[in-house]
């Protein structure tokens, strides 16, 4: 039989200058998700694509896929998550405090101004969605991912999560301007936005899928002249943007607020239910029947968090709000918001302009990850008996050593070392020592490591298109790195400087979505020039390639003077 891969899909109107659709990369249920209009009294709402069976109950995935050429050949489903999940009972959408219930029905409200679509992602239409590209061009697709068309068999549905936000329990939050539109079974396998965020929440869910990182996808992102108002620094300047809409794609938009809100209400039937749906769907691993299953649900969900971190760290990756209702449940990133590439490598790096007291910097996120994963613990509490809680606290006891493991793992591969050697910790240590004094760039020293020879480093002999090394090397103690640097390389067994560098060029990105790109190609964008954002979609796709356009954008090239102080606004 054949396998049929579910996509959730969410509408995203967010308080953007865009219209924003995003998609998340899935190998099971795909979920639509679209955002909303925020000054609407209204939810957050994601429609589902509906199958009989879970994904994993169906064997292998198709190899050849007929791709439609039309939206009048495909269909999107909520069926399985009304016939699974409880609907609130109230059909009116307004701002309340529902109960005993995990979605609310929530239509969107259509743009009044004309809508232009900025970009699409083919790799999304025709890989994940089964959609000719071609049909990106038609007037029923931006229709369908500006949030004025909807399908039918779909019930756009807003998610009842609640969370720990900077620490503190938030009580009910749930979808304010996204909205569940459907599941799409494919053959393989929020409120209004603003440009400003739309466009960095679209180029920066790509970059972080092709650096390897499990990730929501965009699919589409849409503008129109619908003004919204936003404070974008939070200063109490407050401009007027246009509207925008991401259209995005995932396994499943559950996050640890999802539980924690059924917990917290004890409203534990029902979350009893939800678990055991969320299992079914979405950990084969796991068994539903096992009286242990929320134990193991817990253990592969500590163990994924970890890695998901770790990958985070490797690319110097700031997710920038890392509250439990912005944390999923199956370790892909989401929520995209006042996210950032670190540039000058600094631990104490955050990109949320409102985080002052840097909760969420790069170098706290590890230990916010066993914060989040300890709330997760709470929620399940309840339907845990004593020997189970024990279990589950000896679990999240081992998260540091999983974190730290697979953090040793990825640095080792960054320097090209093979094998496990006695001071590898600390040749890593001492490298982000001097990288942190000296302020080198964080992506590019680690490239140009993997693009210089060893004899050029054995002479201390920087060329100039080095920038970052020439950087790093301007400390007293760089040429004692190198020293243990080579030393340590010659204990790589069946190993050559070719291939080392070969080996390290596939690992260290050329090319990351630093802030002054994206906020370069929101200020073309702000003047319908989409040419940045295109051009960045294209560069980010092949992250590890040298690419002359990109070369020619100077985005291997130093931080530009205009953007050595640039503050970038967090609001959507």
């Known amino acids: 039989m054949t396998q049929r891969t579910g996509f959730l899909f969410c509408w995203l109107i967010q308080r953007l200058q865009f219209p924003q659709l995003l998609l998340l990369d899935v190998t099971c249920h795909a979920i639509v998700c679209c955002l909303l209009q ?43 998550f009304i016939a699974m999940l409880p609907v609130d009972p109230v059909k009116e959408n307004y701002v309340r405090k529902v109960k005993n219930c995990v979605f609310s029905i929530a239509f969107p409200t259509p743009f009044k101004s004309r809508v232009r679509l900025v970009a699409v992602s083919k790799e999304v239409l025709e890989d994940i969605l089964d959609l000719d590209l071609s049909v990106s061009e038609t007037d029923d697709f ?27 329990w938030a009580d009910q939050l749930g979808d304010g301007r996204a909205h569940l539109i459907g599941i799409y079974m494919n053959s393989h396998g929020d409120g209004r936005a603003v440009l400003r965020s739309s466009v960095r929440e679209f180029l920066g869910s790509e970059a972080v899928h092709h650096l390897g990182i499990p990730t929501s996808r965009a699919a589409s ?111 892909i990133t989401i929520d995209y918001g006042p996210f950032g590439f670190m540039e000058a490598y ?40 004593p020997r189970q809680k024990q279990l589950a606290a000896l679990i999240l006891e081992g998260y540091p050593d999983l974190y730290y493991t697979r953090f040793r793992e990825l640095f ?87 291939e080392r560098r070969k080996r390290m060029m596939t690992v260290n990105p050329r090319y990351v979505l630093k802030n002054w790109m994206a906020e370069s190609a929101v200020r073309k964008a702000e003047r319908n020039d989409f040419s940045e954002v295109r051009l960045l979609q294209q560069v980010l796709q092949h992250p590890f390639q040298k690419h002359s356009t990109a070369e020619k954008a100077g985005y291997a090239s130093p931080t530009p003077s205009w953007a050595k102080n640039l503050r970038v606004s967090c609001s959507s």
């Open 412 to 498: 080792k591969a960054k320097l090209g070392l093979l094998g496990e050697r006695k001071g590898d910790e600390d040749l890593i240590a001492f490298l982000l020592h001097l990288m942190e004094k000296t302020a080198a760039d964080f992506t590019m020293t680690f490239r140009q490591l993997s693009e210089i020879t060893q004899s050029q480093l054995q002479e201390l002999n920087i060329p100039q298109q080095f920038w970052a090394l020439q950087t790093i090397s301007k400390h007293e103690l760089f040429p004692a790195w190198v020293s243990q640097y080579l030393l340590r390389l010659k204990s790589n067994m069946n190993d050559s400087d070719s």
């Open 221 to 331: 992102l849409v503008v129109s002249d619908d003004g919204v108002w936003r404070d974008q620094l939070y200063d109490g300047n407050v401009v007027k943007e246009r509207a925008a809409v991401v259209l995005r794609v995932a396994k499943s938009w559950f996050r640890i607020g999802s539980l924690e809100i059924l917990a917290h209400y004890g409203e534990l039937d029902l979350l009893r239910i939800l678990l055991d749906f969320i299992i079914q769907e979405h950990f084969p691993s796991v068994d539903v029947g096992e009286p242990n299953r929320y134990v193991d649900f817990f253990s592969v969900v500590v163990s994924e968090t970890a890695q998901l971190i770790a990958l985070w760290t490797s690319v110097g990756f700031a997710h920038g709000v890392c509250n439990t209702d912005n944390f999923s449940l199956l370790s």
């Open 142 to 168: 931006i229709q369908l991912v500006s949030g004025e068309k909807i399908l039918f068999g779909s019930v756009p549905l807003a998610h009842r999560y609640g969370g720990h936000q900077f620490g503190i």
């Open 346 to 385: 600094n631990p104490d790096f955050v990109p949320n302009t409102s985080d002052d007291e840097r909760r969420y910097k790069i170098g706290n996120q590890a230990n916010i990850g066993m914060f989040n994963l300890n709330r997760l613990l709470q929620a399940l509490n309840p339907l845990l008996g």
């Open 38 to 80: 925020p000054g609407l009294e209204r939810s957050d709402s994601v429609f589902y694509l509906s199958s009989n069976k879970s994904s994993h109950e169906q064997g292998s995935c198709e190899k050849e896929v007929r791709l439609a050429s039309s939206l009048d050949f495909w269909a999107l489903s909520s069926e399985n």
